[in-house]
Every structure is written in C-alpha cells, then in structure tokens.
C-alpha cells in the first residue's frame, strides 16, 4: 500500500481549491490497492485548517430538526438512517444555505405521464400504511397512563414482574413474549391452505391547518421554531398542540431533537415546575434512547445500556424511570430464549431423551449426559413499532414456509430450491445477480405470477416500495394480497425491517418468497438486519452463488470480502490508487478525476461517475465535495432551492432509501428530476428535507446502485468509520474503472482486515427460533 506523507489537519471545505491542472491521463503506477508505486499528487502544500465536522448548536432550530436528520452514526462514522443520513448533532439543510420556499412559481410544467405517477414519499406511505394501521389500533386501545407497575394486569403485569425478577437475581418461571397470535397451522396436504384476509389499506391521517396553528403557538411560548410546526402535528396527530403544553418533552418524538433541546423547551413552558425528575422526562428519554439506538441499525436494546443512557442524561434513579416507562407502555420489555451462536444443541437426542434447560440441565451435565444449561436470554426494552413489525415479519415468513405446496421443478440448485420451499435465501456477489433473475423468467414460463423486485430499480426489476405502492407490478388479488406465486427480491440486505414486515404481510398464502443479496455488504440504513437474520436462523435452504463478479475490480472485491486487500493486476487501470496528504488536496484530486482525468483517459462521462465517501460532515464529506463539484461542473446561484438546471441530486424520499438523478427544472409544482429516465416531482416544502447534492454520496445511499465509474474518497479523518462491509460496498459501486482517492495510509488495510461492522441487537431470529421450535413440537 502507497506510504503518503504524515497526514496533516484538513483545509476548511470552503478553502479547497477546484481548479488546477489536471494530469494528461489518469494517475499512474502501479494499479490495485496493494500498488507500490504511486502518482505525483501535482499539487502544491497547501494551509490548512480545523477541518472539524458541522456542530450543531444548543437551540432548537430547524437546522436540527429536519425530517431527514434520522440518521445515526454506523460503524464509526457512517449514517444509517434516512437518505439525508445524518445524526441529530449535524445541520439538517441541505447543505447549501437555501430553503425550499425560494423554488419559483414558474418554469416548465411537469408532463401528463408525471403528474399521473405517485411521488417516491406517497409510495413509501401507501407500503406502509396497514402496518401503521395495526400500530395505531394497538396504542387506541391503551387507556390514560396508570401509576407505576400498580394498575397492570395481564401480560403487561407478567412482563414488569419479570424484569424486576430479573433484577432481583430470581429467574422468573416463565416469561411472556410480546406478540401477536401465532399463525394457524396449515390444512392436511390435501386441502387447500386457508388465505389471510387484509383489510384494503386506510386512507393516511391529515392534520388541519388550525392544529398545526395551534402548535405553532406553543412552540412559540417555548422558544422552539415555529418552522416544526408541521412535523410536530404529522408526529403528534390533531391534538398536538395540548399534547405538546402538557408534556413538552413529546418533542422528542420530532426527527433530531436533541435531549438539551426538549429540556430547554420544557423549562420555558413549565418555569419552576421542570425539573431532571420530572417522570414525563424520564419516559420520554426512555423512548428517545430507543429510537437513537434505531438509527443505528437496534430493534431492542438490553436493559443495562438503556438504564446507562438514562444515567448519562441525569435522570435519578434510571431504573425506577424505566419502569414506569413500561408501565405506560411507552416501552416494550422482552426476554426471549435465544439459539445459540455456534452449531452446540442444548437438547440431546442422541439416545431419544430430551435433556431440559435450566436446572435440570445442569443436573444433566453433572451426570455427563448433556451440555451446560443454557446462558440466561438478556433483559431487551423496545419500541412498539420495531417489536410489531418483526413479531409481523417472523409471522409472516412462518406463513409463507407453511402454507406452500412442494413442487418438482427442474433447473438449476436455485430453482429446484424455490420449488420446494416457500422461503429461498441466495447469496453471491453483483454477477450472481443473473442467477434470480433467470429464476423469475423460468417460472413465468411455467405460468406462474411472478414479481422480480430490488433496493433500486435496475436489471428489470421494480422498486420494492413500487411494487407494495401498486405503483408497478401486478396489483392486489380481491383478498388485498399481492397476486403472485413467486416474489424474487434482489438486494436483499437492504431490505429494512418495516419494508420486509409489510412485503411480506403482502404475500398470499403458498406464495414462494427468494431473498437474494450479498452477505458482505452494509446491512439496511435503520433499524433490523433482516437478511443477516434469516441467514443465521437457518429454516429456510441457502443457496450460495459460484459466479465470481469477473475482471480486476471483481478480484479486489472478492479478496475485500474476505478479509485481504489484495494488489490486482489492473492493465486497463481498471483500479488506480490517488494517494493524498490532506482532506483539502482529496477534495482538488476528486474534482479533477471526475471533471477531467476519468473522462479523457477511461472513456466514461462524467455524469456516468460517482463519489462516495465516509459521511457527510467535515472537510471531504459529502457537503464539501459536492459544493466543489458543482462549482466546477455547474456553476449557478442555486435558484431553485438551492438547485439549478443541470444539478445532481440525490433524492431521499424515504428513511433509508436514496434515489439519484438530474435537475431538470423547478415551477410552482416543486422541483423536477429526471432518475433514470423516470420524471419526479420533488414538492417545494419537500425540498429541503428530501433533496442533496448527489455527485457525492454516502456508502449507504450508494448501496444497491452501480455506475461505470467510482471515485471512493478517503480522507485522512475518515479512518474511523471505515469497516470491512463499508470498504466492500464503496469499492463494489464500480463496474468498469475505480479510483481511491487515498489519505488514511494502514488504516485501510486494517480496516479490510480487522474491522467488522457493530453488531446490531435485534429480536427476529428469536422470534423464528421459537416458531420453529413450535412446529418441531408439533
């Protein structure tokens, strides 16, 4: 690996230079991250600044409170929420200084076709709105908060006792899970399974101008911007306003509102009454550090850090707080008895007798005849929302293995699979992308209904959230169900919790269900790990791909995947190494690889280029790159929000879900974007909170894409939020030519060789573990 100078602190973005000579081919050397030799950087030392990410401020503004803020940090710098992917402490902008409401009243007018075609947001809604129906209807039924722990009854009493049990070192005899019914156990082969029947989906809540005015007025008498009067209401519902005078810190349920935030709103609304005791805090809090713990990628988190994270907010006595936050079902407390990580079964039938759990298996293994009792499951506190939508998911995907009728097919190991079960899960890299696809085509050609699904649209497959929209695929049967016999979903490991949750609750019953994605890449940005989950869960067959992805940057990719980062043989100079001193000079060599080099010496455009990069903030982040890119690959004023004709834009319409395109013009409509040939209307409220800058991305809001050509950018200041899985899916956006923009010397490597993503906590193999443990029961 190329030995650059000793790193030193990065120039303001603002200072970064974007012109200068750009050299007459691309860098030279030799090629492949393992190449010795390197490039003259061709730039002059330049003065250098701080270079320290955007801090946000102590106020509550709207700056840091965008809607499109709800990403957390992941795997060190990362963020893993919405497409803007930011976490609560960065700007909520869109980076550029500018509004949504400058966009103008005049300009060209959208065509027929787009006005016709749902936005990005209205698909997201309408995939997901019999999920939130169901969570509606569950927090309706939940009457005026009780008193800590002593008006329960039920489950919920169960559940409190159980962890007070828990913390008292008793092990309570048995502990109720939260979820719902499991499902009926299929018909005799002979008879035809039953179908479930799914309500058409209700129409989405809207909220009156005069409850938006009302909260308007109450973020105004505590000092909060009335800018999230809108956001406040779509949380808190018509009644936000007395909601919000009653308990201010339910601003916390706004995307990025910090904790010091609510607490100063709430003192200048309740004056002597407030105070770090107050019980509406401690709940509040209870909540606000679960959906924190979303953002980055938790369903559930154990009970010690939730207590730990009360304590660090200074919440006296954290562990009566979360009780009464259970007790007012604001949260969800679990205990379910995990599988093991290793292949080691703690049930012994080797000579027909089971050997128990607990004190019988340890009495067992005192005799030598089984194994240790199994470790105690941890104590996990969740968010209704999370625990519904995998208790849904675990459900549904029981269904879909129960209720299918096993069939011959001929082909190859992936078909034969898909005939026989209801759940496939397949596994290969962007090559083995043929391999589901043809799958899909076969089965048409038997007469089946079949969908072919993905993150993103390409390779002739739809959106997922198009497909549940009924934006495009084939529709709802009369059940409200899909009509398919056969889902194929490419992309899998981008698949978030809710999506899968409501994808499948979509599935009629007998319906095959083939989830196909590489394992190496970054999981989904949110909350759940659903690919990764299925695949340790073991009740459906895995059928790993043996197509190689081909050429230099394949070979790269594949040694990534396993821990080397391997020098390639690249005489195309299919992967080129740009070693760098500063974040500065990244951002004046980036410019000049996409504006000029790549172009002249590779042979593809520059619109045909990307950049990704570690995050957003600091001096090589996505904010700093695309402001020099567009300085010099399209100067404007920003008219239109920010945004002029010509523009790159990323569009995030949804949490976790990026979609880029091309400015094509603004009218009173809102803005227009050409993605891939698809005209989208982006609303002018919208603008702001939906759309960035795209010459530059994230590895989030790159996964599940590819371009002919990539420039990976890493800065001296980006070591830390490098991973194995970020370093194999910002390499892998690349089809034809990469270029690494190189500054973080051994940190690369050991980044390749050492550096796992976090693991995320979440309850869906559990959840699977023990509804298969039902039907082995059975």
């Not at 048995?174 to 082969?189: G, I, K, Q, T």
Request: glycine share 12%.
């Amino acid at each position: 690996m190329t030995d650059p100078s000793a790193a030193t602190p990065p120039p303001d973005p603002a200072e970064a230079p974007t012109d200068g000579t750009a050299p007459d081919t691309v860098p030279d050397g030799e090629p492949g991250p393992g190449a010795s030799g390197t490039e003259e950087a061709g730039t002059e030392e330049r003065e250098t600044g701080t270079g320290e990410p955007d801090a946000g401020t102590d106020e509550v503004g709207a700056d840091e409170t965008g809607a499109d803020e709800a990403g957390g940090d992941e795997a060190g710098g990362e963020e893993a929420g919405t497409g803007a992917e930011e976490g609560p402490d960065e700007a909520a902008g869109s980076g550029d200084g500018s509004t949504a409401g400058n966009a103008p009243s005049g300009g060209e007018a959208a065509s027929g076709e787009a006005a016709a075609e749902l936005s990005e947001a209205q698909a997201e809604l309408a995939a997901q709105r019999e999920l939130r129906a169901r969570i509606e209807q569950r927090k309706a039924e939940r009457s005026a908060p009780v008193e800590a722990g002593t008006k329960l009854s039920g489950t919920a009493a169960d559940l409190l006792a159980a962890v007070r049990a828990v913390e008292s070192g008793t092990r309570p005899a048995a502990v109720p899970r939260v979820e719902e019914p499991a499902p009926a156990r299929p018909a005799p082969a002979a008879a035809a399974p039953e179908r479930t029947v799914r309500p058409p989906a209700p129409a989405a809540p809207t909220v009156t101008e005069e409850a938006t005015t009302a909260v308007r007025q109450v973020l105004a008498r505590g000092g909060a911007p009335e800018t999230l009067a809108a956001q406040v209401a779509a949380v808190l519902g018509e009644g936000a306003a007395r909601a919000l005078a009653d308990d201010p810190w339910q601003l916390l349920a706004v995307p990025g509102v910090r904790a010091e935030q609510a607490d100063g709103f709430a003192r200048a609304l309740l004056g002597a009454e407030c105070g770090p005791a107050d019980p509406r805090r401690a709940v509040a809090l209870t909540a606000w550090l679960l959906e924190q713990a979303a953002r980055q990628g938790h369903t559930a988190l154990e009970i010690g850090a939730v207590r730990d994270g009360l304590a660090r907010l200074s919440v006296p006595e954290p562990d009566k707080a979360v009780d009464l936050a259970v007790s007012e079902a604001a949260v969800l407390v679990f205990q379910e008895e995990d599988e093991p990580e290793d292949d080691t079964e703690y049930i012994d039938r080797a000579d027909g007798a089971d050997r128990a759990d607990g004190a019988d298996g340890a009495q067992a293994a005192e005799e030598g005849q089984g194994q240790p009792p199994r470790p105690e499951a941890p104590v996990l506190l969740g968010l209704e929302r999370f625990a519904l939508a995998e208790e849904s998911l675990a459900d549904g995907l029981a269904r879909l293995v129960r209720t299918v009728h096993p069939a011959s097919w001929d082909g190859p190991e992936l078909a034969r699979a898909a005939g026989t079960h209801g759940l496939v899960l397949h596994t290969g890299g962007e090559a083995a992308r043929a391999e589901p696809a043809a799958l899909a085509g076969e089965a048409r050609a038997r007469g089946l209904r079949v969908a072919l699904a993905a993150y993103t649209a390409r390779d002739g497959a739809v959106p997922v959230t198009a497909l549940l929209s009924g934006a495009a695929g084939p529709g709802r049967d009369a059940e409200g169900a899909l009509a398919l016999d056969l889902l194929v979903v490419l992309d899998a490991p981008q698949l978030g919790l809710e999506p899968a949750a409501a994808l499948v609750e979509a599935l009629p019953d007998g319906c095959r269900l083939v989830l196909s994605g590489d394992p190496h890449v970054l999981g989904a940005a949110g909350p759940g790990r659903v690919f990764a989950d299925l695949l340790a869960a073991r009740i459906a067959p895995v059928i790993a791909s043996r197509t190689p992805d081909p050429g230099p940057i394949g070979e790269l990719i594949s040694g990534i995947g396993i821990g080397e980062l391997n020098q390639v043989a690249a005489p195309g100079k299919e992967v080129v190494i740009v070693p760098v001193r500063d974040a500065g000079e990244a951002v004046h060599r980036t410019v000049q690889l996409v504006a000029d080099s790549i172009p002249r010496a590779i042979g593809v455009p520059t619109e045909h280029t990307q950049v990704i990069t570690v995050g957003h903030g600091g001096s090589a982040g996505t904010r700093a790159l695309n402001a020099a890119l567009k300085q010099r690959l399209n100067p404007g004023p920003g008219r239109f929000g920010g945004f002029d004709p010509g523009d790159r834009a990323a569009h995030s319409p949804a949490p976790g879900r990026t979609v880029t395109g091309t400015v094509v013009s603004a009218d009173a409509e809102g803005l227009h974007l050409d993605c891939g040939g698809t005209r989208v209307v982006v609303p002018k409220e919208r603008v702001e909170s939906e759309l960035r800058h795209g010459w530059a991305l994230t590895a989030h809001q790159a996964a599940g894409a590819r371009w002919p050509a990539a420039v990976v950018v890493l800065p001296g200041d980006a070591a830390g939020g490098l991973s194995r899985p970020w370093v194999y899916t910002a390499f892998g956006r690349a089809e034809r030519h990469l270029s690494v923009v190189h500054g973080v010397d051994q940190a690369l490597p050991r980044a390749v060789a050492e550096g796992v993503a976090p693991e995320r906590t979440t309850r869906l193999r559990p959840l699977l573990d023990a509804l298969l443990a039902d039907d082995d029961e059975a």
